[in-house]
């Protein structure tokens, strides 16, 4: 096992974590370090929407560990999907939500609060947005809207579960703009992404899942087509109803 060193964010020791009795990630080890800009990649059903979710705890460990460093601040969108956007709000409202940790859920918000909404709408590209329904917006702008969110959360790790699906190409290098400007003020980010050349144009390290870990490390030594094989390969093979496994070998990360 790794050493949980000073500047990691987040530390995985041997973790698997799954729903009831079954594992969905195996014998996970490594480390994400503060700042690092990370893709997580895989066939579906390889397990990456369960390691976010173990990260931000709503999933616990069945075995292992998942430690997030003390004093980290994490903000999480869901798959869209997940998310039920059909409840009368306006975009404002679903912005400011990003400031329940400051304000509270029922707080007032300040006159800052305000011009922290508006800035982040204006950083997304929904200046005068503000007022309209949510149900009203496309799915671009609604994730643009999900975006301004984060963007007044603040966040120290923040995590993205297939931000870009069903996204048009201007929105996704829109967001991929934000994400990059998260990179380099020096926050941790963590992104599930099925779009491989995305991937590698952008994410300067990825790890690889196929219910355990396949390769973590710099994305050009990782998205190969030989590991993406090999992935699929381990994933067809997978056994959702083989006994309980026992712990093997995996390649454990430790990303920069
Ligand atoms: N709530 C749940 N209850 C039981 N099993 C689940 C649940 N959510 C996911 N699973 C199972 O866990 C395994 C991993 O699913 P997960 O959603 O983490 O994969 P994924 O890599 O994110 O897939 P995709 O790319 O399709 O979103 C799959 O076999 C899936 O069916």
Redesign the pocket.
Known sequence: MNPRTADACITFEDLTV??GS?A?VHHLTGQVPRGALLAVV?P???????LIKCITGLLAPMSGTCHIAARTSLAYLPQQSELDCSFPARVVDLVALGLWRKRGLLGRHRAEDRGAVADALRAVGLDGFGRRPIDSLSGGQLQRALFARLLVQDADLILLD?PFNAIDEKTIRDLIGLILHWHGEGRTVVV?V?DLDLVRAHFPQALL?ARRPIAWGPSAEVVTPQNMQRARQFQEAWD?DAPWCEPSPAPAGDVA
């Open positions: 799954g729903y079954h969905a895989g579906n059903g390889s397990g990456k929407s369960t297939e599930v099925h899942l959702d």
